[in-house]
């Protein structure tokens, strides 16, 4: 993995390098992108003019301008400087002696872990306020099911001065009915059709959001990130975080993705956008199409999509949407896909009452192709199943191919060619029937611009490319040499699920200009409560990022404790907290593994009782550790420069 990132001696060069840039644009370039350029260059440069600065973020958000630097973003400066002194009125309530130029950078992190992590980071955060540690924090970031929680969290302004309320509020929710299917399809169908405009950013996030997200966090949030801005000044700041799927699988360029109140983009290239602006179309770092902001629960499904680097669960589910397409019922399809992926059988029990729906869904189309409609979709989950499963599916293309001119009247012919799907090669086969899948899915949407049919027609297109959470680019085409050139070339990227490649938000706070002192790790992994933080310590390390050396006494590999703390020179000190442990399960390992399997990552949501109890298992970690914490602060602050 490579990552490029301006070191400050070469400031003056990158400066040079983009004021020549900027003057080679376009003649008809707009004069406040100009603007907007060279007060980027101020603004790197540590510029002392704050009208000038102000009015460089004042061009970003008005023309969607990309930002691209490691400085903070000007509100998150602000921010960082009001919360320093509110952590300084905190710790001497706390007492501990301190100067307003040595208050310590905290950051608190939250791991994926599902509804594991969901609740478990709830029951951390309210110990830390009741042992007046909450306000300590600078910032708050997660991961996965960690980002549930705070989308929850943040819906309240300065939630940290009522927590108990909130908190109280949130269980009530959590522990109660979940949202109806018939509201959960209703939100896919309209979101579906926003993006009906601009097919190609539908994906498989919005299937799982609205059909799989919402039966945990038990509500559709149509709220907007950038709505949480100027309502958190008692609160931490809040970093919710992805991956770039390409840059992961490829091992090349940035994969850490971030999403602020301010800013969206990438971390550790320092490449940004107004989050307002995230998913709209840019080229050569200007926007040029708008597309709406994304909601609150679609960022909840793309930073929680746990399966969208998958392969073998592909498989599964395609054998699961075979089954469902021959009763032709799409409703009942999107609940085995939802069975499927989260392998849950309670989902089973609501079959029965969505029976009426789906027979007046049935009824309300009048086509007299519905049948041989559902008959194509079905045939083209078998051919990607025999692809996968390495067989030759020419004869089901040859069904598709007539079926298909049933339909249309011989009207609509799919212009894939044939040859590729009859090779050995099967690499090739899958290339072959990505296309062909393609090709068929639009067509039935053209013949089928109603109902469900169009939208499912998109979903099975979404499932043989696999495609989750597609936006646009917005460093299409920028000429740049401080980005990596893998970010540059696609018009589209792909974000998903960051615990796919680590399961702790690490490298948001690890940006060289959040100047981070202290980190407290809380980890909810189901597994090795020790690989997250090794596999952080290694990656910092291949890219030359300040990080202490972790190491692992052999007699807690399988009995962990509930503190550990990790100290470099010219590091951060990180603190790591693994959610079960020896410590809050009585020092008993026959507890300790009744906790994981009673919390599986799997499973369906929890009831009042078990959210209570793991919220109480968690909080120990805080509240046993109290004096600790305390300590590596003081220590902090006894060694910042």
């Not at 630097?69 to 001497?92: P, Y």
């Not at 993006?195 to 609205?210: G, H, I, M, N, Y």
């Amino acid at each position: 993995m490579t990552v490029k990132m301006t070191e400050p001696d070469d400031r003056k060069r990158r400066q040079l390098r983009r004021q020549n840039q900027m003057t080679e644009r376009d003649d008809n370039l707009q004069s406040p992108i100009k603007e907007a350029l060279l007060s980027d260059l101020r603004v790197d440069g540590c510029c002392a003019d704050i009208g000038e600065a102000s009015r460089f973020y004042k061009t970003i958000q008005e023309h969607g301008s990309v930002r691209i630097g490691h400085s903070l973003n000007k509100k998150e400066k602000e921010f960082v400087a009001r919360r320093r002194n509110d952590v300084l009125q905190s710790l001497k309530k706390l007492k501990i002696t301190c100067s307003e130029n040595k208050v310590p950078n905290i950051a608190l992190l939250g791991s994926g872990g599902g509804q594991r992590a969901m609740v478990g980071l709830l029951g951390s955060l309210d110990q830390l306020q009741k042992t007046g540690l909450l306000d300590c924090m600078l910032y708050l970031s997660g991961v996965s099911g960690s980002t549930w929680c705070m989308a929850s969290l943040y819906q309240e302004p300065d939630w940290s001065t009522k927590l108990e309320t909130v908190k109280n509020k949130i269980i009530q929710r959590l522990s109660g009915p979940a949202v109806s299917w018939g509201d959960a399809f209703a939100k896919l169908k309209k979101d579906y059709t926003d993006t009906r405009k601009d097919e190609k950013l539908f994906s498989l996030t919005d299937v799982w959001a609205a059909m799989v997200v919402t039966d945990y966090v038990k509500e559709i949030d149509e709220r907007k990130l950038t709505d949480q801005r100027d309502h958190h000044s008692k609160d931490p700041f809040p970093i919710y975080t992805a991956i770039d799927k390409q840059c992961k699988q490829s091992n090349d360029g940035d994969p850490w993705f971030e999403f602020t109140p301010y800013e969206a983009g990438y971390s550790l290239t320092g490449a940004f956008v107004e989050t307002s602006n995230f998913g709209s179309k840019f080229e050569n770092g200007r926007k040029i199409k708008n597309q709406p902001e994304i909601d609150m629960l679609y960022l909840q499904g793309l930073c929680g999509s746990a399966f969208a680097d998958g392969k073998e669960i592909r498989k599964v589910l395609l054998e699961k949407i075979k089954g469902a397409l021959e009763i032709k019922r799409i409703i009942i399809i999107i609940i085995i896909i939802i069975l499927c992926l989260m392998i849950c059988s309670c989902f089973l029990l609501r079959n029965k009452k969505l029976n009426s729906l789906m027979m007046k869904n049935k009824k309300k189309s009048n086509s007299p192709h519905i049948d041989e409609c559902y008959q194509v979709l079905m045939d083209l989950v078998n051919m990607n199943l025999l692809v996968l499963n390495g067989k030759d599916p020419s004869d089901l293309e040859e069904c598709i191919r007539t079926e298909l001119s049933d339909i249309s009247g011989g009207k609509h012919e799919v212009i894939s060619q044939t040859q590729c799907l009859k090779i050995a090669k099967i690499a090739n086969a899958k290339q072959s029937v990505e296309q062909f899948t393609e090709d068929v899915c639009n067509t039935l949407s053209s013949l089928f611009r109603f109902g469900d049919v169009d939208l499912w027609a998109s979903i099975v297109k979404c499932m043989a490319q696999w495609i989750w959470g597609r936006k646009y680019d917005f460093l299409h085409n920028m000429k740049d040499a401080a980005v990596p050139p893998a970010l540059l070339e696609s018009e589209t990227r792909d974000y998903i699920d960051a615990a796919l490649l680590l399961n702790s938000p690490y490298f948001s706070v690890l940006r060289k200009e959040r100047d981070i002192d202290i980190i407290i790790s809380l980890d909810f992994s189901e597994g090795d409560p020790f690989t997250t933080v090794r596999e952080a310590a290694e990656t910092c390390k291949k890219l030359k990022i300040p990080f202490p050396e972790v190491k692992i006494p052999d007699e807690d590999l399988k009995k962990p404790k509930d503190f550990y703390v990790f100290k470099g020179q010219n590091t951060p000190t990180v603190i790591h907290i693994p959610l079960f442990n020896m410590v809050n399960c009585g020092g008993d390992i026959k507890t300790y593994n009744s906790y994981k399997e009673k919390y599986a990552t799997f499973q369906g949501s929890y009831s009042a009782e078990k959210i209570t109890d793991l919220m109480e298992v968690a909080g120990k970690n805080i509240t046993n550790n109290r004096e600790k914490l305390l300590e590596q602060i003081r220590h902090a602050i006894k060694m910042h420069k």
